[in-house]
């Protein structure tokens, strides 16, 4: 059974730092191309970051310079250093493994900005 789960979420204050993680379990997770999103409330989820199999990175530009993605294949565990954090990076933050027509989700982790 596949399972993904996130921690690390919180009440920070704007210009704090967080680090998310995203346990996984039951997967081939080196080959696994990793994701977080997130979703503030009454808005779509959105995608915040990806890191491929080949630790390719890709970054929404609201992150740009403030997140850094990154995993730990030994661990089976993703990662998401948030630093400069904003009000507006309030949301639930998911994480997300994919290949191909496989797609699994953790259950979300709450990250709310505010003074």
């Known amino acids: 059974q596949v399972q993904l789960v996130e921690s690390g979420g919180g009440l920070v204050q704007p210009g704090g730092s967080l680090r998310l993680s995203c346990a996984t379990s039951?997967?081939?997770?080196?080959?696994?191309?990793m994701t977080w999103y997130r979703q503030a409330p009454g808005k779509q989820r959105e995608l915040v970051a990806t890191i491929t199999s080949g630790s390719t990175r890709t970054y929404a530009n609201f992150v740009k310079g403030r997140f850094t993605i990154s995993r730990d294949n030994a661990a089976n565990t993703v990662y998401l250093q948030m630093n400069s954090l904003k009000p507006e990076d309030t949301a639930v933050y998911y994480c997300?493994?994919?290949?191909?027509?496989?797609?699994?989700w953790g259950q979300g982790t709450q990250v709310t900005v505010s003074s």
């Open positions: 997300n493994a994919l290949l191909r027509r496989y797609s699994y």
């Open positions: 039951g997967l081939n997770f080196g080959v696994y191309a």
